[in-house]
């Protein structure tokens, strides 16, 4: 093999990187979240919304749990669309899972969400 054929060779090496870490960033990119929930939820939290904030603007929560270290955790299951089946022309809807953080003192600390 000549010095040519095994330069060559590395350089196809290193295009092969550079593409795999190109589709790797494309593929994180479009799983960056709901940036229309985010624009919710981030002045919410910076603002130290409460409890009672959420249920009077939001509704109940679906479910209540406590926190191990104290403070309070409120989901909120909502339907986000959907997808219809072509054969039955059925419509299966996406379930959104909101999950908020409440601190002690009832504000919101933090949140994440599925699916929505």
Known sequence: MSAF???LGKETGVVYKYLLIGLLGLLCAGC???????????PAEFEGKDKAWFEENWGKPSGKSARFFGGETWVYSRISGGESRFPYFNF???????????????????YDYTDC
Not at 35 to 41: F, R, T, V
Not at 93 to 109: A, M, S, T, V
């Open 5 to 7: 054929q095994s330069l």
């Open 32 to 42: 960056g979240g709901n940036p229309y929930l985010d624009a919710s939820l981030d």
């Open 92 to 110: 299966s809807p996406n379930q959104c899972r909101i999950n908020l953080d409440f601190d002690k003192e009832g504000k919101l600390e933090d």
